[in-house]
């Protein structure tokens, strides 16, 4: 490949490097310039453009991305089609992603022009969710480095899905006096909601006293019982496992198990042990599993379901990435039951950057419009306001000081979006960053050019998701079509910080894989007011 500047006069079958705005339309960056571009350009006065020659032996940049993408082979992964040089990878199915660096990093030594980034290895991830791309950095590169690279991710497998099965899990408690019922009770509850997550349920549960003799009994029972699934034991103690001899490793010895691992470099859930009976896991449970904030159980848990044989070095490997307390990013499943309903907090995002395009050349501003007698923007704050919401972020953009002066005096917080003219995606980011939406269990993204959604309707939602303990999109809808308001849970925080463009929720609502709550709020969900006409029929005075 050729790469600089071209005389137009020479330029038949060029790539350009840049689009270039002409008086009759735009020539794309990418495209093949043809000889009546030619015609275009010496009309605009262009004498010289920047461009690539594709030469004998090189590959267009969507080529090579896709030829990178048919080397990868598994049946849970699907592809986007190849744009600009880029493949995006996603999952098919909810399941952990696994990586071999060693191959990705293989690929990309190739030669710079060819890179692929991915999610980390073992992540939990998604159906639909993004989770690898591949991109070529120049407009073309050479067929024998494309070569190269697929057949390094032919070699080995640089990263696959591997889904959750199902598994007949049983769940073995031992007793002590100090150790009251209610306890045991609510950790059988977290342990079957920690399996219904990953498409599991729990089998079967026995107690019994914290005695190695009685421990082993009961896993050989379990042991000896005909499962169709894979058998997977979990044994929680009524005491902390502190040493290689302590009752449950011993118990799974007098079993007739192996223990792999006493103790795991993960915190909390350092005192967790892995032990195996033939092909069945036995699991140690470490205390903080009691509770359904994210441990060291939980990623073992993940890789015995997905099918893997964690062993020794898989445990001890576990030491980098694995202080989970002081990851404030990582989501944390939350145990609705454990609290009242009610005190779920969900916090509102009100967006009020937009340029208002569909508004017309007459300058007025939808949001400034007077709907008996407020302006749009603070009647919608003010309906935030009344709702059961424990907080308000407005996100200003265009116009943003009559906005913000149309706010004065309420409790709200405005959040400035400097870069509004990118698209939605930019105002829903810049809303979930601020503090009270970071914090909460569920954010309301409300648009405020939505004059009939009422506090009532707020409450229904924020109802609806209080009563699914937070673990549920909930969104508007009118007449079985879908709306707005919608509440994301805090689980899908990362997602949104990825989105870019004009892009809105409704692809993470559809592709999260978490269950979806229709609330009806009848027209109100449908109705908003992007033209001057829109605002007059629905009752508002437009302001310049």
Same mark, same amino acid.
């Given at each position: 490949?050729?790469?600089?500047?071209?005389?137009?006069?020479?330029?038949?079958?060029?790539?350009?490097?840049?689009?270039?705005?002409?008086?009759?339309?735009?020539? %794309?960056?990418?495209?093949?310039?043809?000889?009546?571009?030619?015609?275009?350009?010496?009309?605009?006065?262009?004498?010289?453009?920047?461009?690539?020659?594709?030469?004998?032996?090189?590959?267009?940049?969507?080529?090579?991305?896709?030829?990178?993408? %048919?080397?990868?082979?598994?049946?849970?992964?699907?592809?986007?089609?190849?744009?600009?040089?880029?493949?995006?990878?996603?999952?098919?199915?909810?399941?952990? =992603?696994?990586?071999?660096?060693?191959?990705?990093?293989?690929?990309?030594?190739?030669?710079?022009?060819?890179?692929?980034?991915?999610?980390?290895?073992?992540?939990?991830?998604? $159906?639909?969710?993004?989770?690898?791309?591949?991109?070529?950095?120049?407009?073309?590169?050479?067929?024998?480095?494309?070569?190269?690279?697929?057949?390094?991710?032919?070699?080995?497998?640089? =990263?696959?899905?591997?889904?959750?099965?199902?598994?007949?899990?049983?769940?073995?408690?031992?007793?002590?006096?100090?150790?009251?019922?209610?306890?045991?009770?609510?950790?059988?509850?977290?342990?079957?909601?920690?399996?219904?997550?990953?498409?599991?349920?729990?089998?079967?549960?026995?107690?019994?006293?914290?005695?190695?003799?009685?421990?082993?009994?009961?896993?050989?029972?379990?042991?000896?019982?005909?499962?169709?699934?894979?058998?997977?034991?979990?044994?929680?103690?009524?005491?902390?496992?502190?040493?290689?001899?302590?009752?449950?490793?011993?118990?799974?010895?007098?079993?007739?198990?192996?223990?792999?691992?006493?103790?795991?470099?993960?915190?909390?859930?350092?005192?967790?042990?892995?032990?195996?009976?033939?092909?069945?896991?036995?699991?140690?449970?470490?205390?903080?599993?009691?509770?359904?904030?994210?441990?060291?159980?939980?990623?073992?848990?993940?890789?015995?379901?997905?099918?893997?044989?964690?062993?020794?070095?898989?445990?001890?490997?576990?030491?980098?990435?694995?202080?989970?307390?002081?990851?404030?990013?990582?989501?944390?499943?939350?145990?609705?039951?454990?609290?009242?309903?009610?005190?779920?907090?969900?916090?509102?995002?009100?967006?009020?950057?937009?340029?208002?395009?569909?508004?017309?050349?007459?300058?007025?501003?939808?949001?400034?419009?007077? =709907?008996?007698?407020?302006?749009?923007?603070?009647?919608? $704050?003010?309906?935030?306001?009344?709702?059961?919401?424990?907080?308000?972020?407005?996100?200003?953009?265009?116009?943003? $000081?009559?906005?913000?002066?149309?706010?004065?005096?309420?409790?709200?917080?405005?959040?400035?979006?400097?870069?509004?003219?990118?698209?939605?995606?930019?105002?829903?980011?810049?809303?979930?960053?601020?503090?009270?939406?970071?914090?909460?269990?569920?954010?309301?993204?409300?648009?405020?050019?939505?004059?009939?959604?009422?506090?009532?309707?707020?409450? $229904?939602?924020?109802?609806?998701?209080?009563?699914?303990?937070?673990?549920?999109?909930?969104?508007?809808?009118?007449?079985?079509?879908?709306?707005?308001?919608?509440?994301?849970?805090?689980?899908?925080?990362?997602?949104?910080?990825?989105?870019?463009?004009?892009?809105?929720?409704?692809?993470?609502?559809?592709?999260?894989?978490?269950?979806?709550?229709?609330?009806?709020?009848?027209?109100?969900?449908?109705?908003?007011?992007?033209?001057?006409?829109?605002?007059?029929?629905?009752?508002?005075?437009?302001?310049?």
């Amino acid at each position: 490949m050729k790469f600089g500047e071209f005389p137009v006069a020479e330029a038949e079958g060029l790539v350009l490097a840049h689009s270039i705005k002409l008086p009759d339309g735009t020539l %794309q960056k990418g495209q093949a310039v043809a000889v009546d571009d030619i015609v275009r350009l010496a009309r605009a006065g262009i004498e010289r453009i920047v461009a690539a020659r594709i030469e004998d032996g090189d590959l267009s940049e969507d080529e090579a991305a896709l030829r990178l993408a %048919q080397a990868i082979r598994s049946d849970r992964l699907c592809f986007s089609e190849a744009a600009t040089g880029r493949v995006n990878v996603y999952a098919r199915a909810r399941g952990l =992603f696994i990586v071999n660096k060693e191959v990705v990093d293989r690929v990309n030594r190739v030669d710079p022009a060819i890179t692929v980034a991915c999610l980390a290895d073992h992540s939990l991830v998604n $159906a639909g969710d993004m989770v690898a791309t591949f991109k070529i950095i120049p407009l073309a590169v050479p067929d024998s480095k494309v070569q190269a690279a697929c057949a390094a991710l032919r070699n080995g497998t640089a =990263f696959e899905m591997k889904p959750f099965l199902e598994h007949a899990v049983s769940l073995i408690a031992t007793e002590l006096p100090s150790l009251k019922t209610s306890v045991m009770d609510k950790t059988a509850g977290i342990l079957g909601r920690r399996l219904a997550a990953f498409g599991n349920r729990l089998f079967r549960e026995k107690r019994v006293s914290h005695e190695r003799h009685a421990l082993a009994g009961a896993i050989k029972e379990v042991i000896a019982i005909e499962d169709k699934p894979p058998k997977l034991i979990i044994v929680f103690g009524a005491s902390a496992v502190i040493d290689e001899a302590d009752v449950i490793p011993e118990a799974i010895r007098r079993a007739g198990g192996q223990v792999l691992s006493v103790g795991m470099p993960v915190d909390p859930g350092n005192l967790m042990v892995l032990g195996r009976i033939g092909e069945t896991y036995v699991v140690g449970a470490p205390g903080c599993a009691r509770s359904p904030r994210e441990n060291g159980f939980d990623w073992m848990l993940h890789r015995i379901l997905a099918g893997e044989k964690p062993d020794s070095a898989d445990v001890t490997g576990l030491g980098v990435g694995g202080l989970l307390s002081e990851i404030e990013t990582r989501p944390r499943p939350r145990d609705g039951r454990e609290r009242r309903y009610a005190e779920a907090c969900v916090a509102i995002v009100l967006l009020a950057a937009g340029k208002a395009s569909r508004m017309g050349e007459s300058g007025a501003h939808k949001l400034l419009a007077q =709907f008996g007698g407020l302006p749009l923007v603070r009647r919608s $704050a003010m309906t935030a306001l009344e709702s059961d919401a424990a907080s308000v972020a407005v996100v200003t953009g265009h116009r943003r $000081a009559e906005i913000e002066a149309a706010l004065s005096g309420l409790a709200i917080t405005a959040v400035e979006n400097p870069d509004y003219g990118s698209g939605m995606a930019s105002s829903l980011i810049a809303g979930f960053s601020a503090k009270d939406a970071r914090d909460a269990d569920g954010v309301l993204v409300m648009l405020a050019d939505m004059p009939f959604v009422s506090a009532a309707d707020l409450n $229904a939602l924020i109802a609806a998701f209080r009563e699914c303990e937070g673990r549920a999109i909930v969104r508007a809808v009118s007449r079985g079509k879908r709306g707005n308001p919608v509440i994301l849970p805090h689980s899908l925080r990362a997602a949104i910080f990825r989105l870019e463009g004009d892009v809105g929720a409704r692809h993470i609502t559809e592709t999260s894989g978490l269950p979806i709550i229709d609330v009806d709020i009848g027209d109100a969900a449908h109705l908003d007011v992007d033209t001057p006409e829109a605002v007059t029929a629905a009752g508002g005075l437009l302001r310049d």
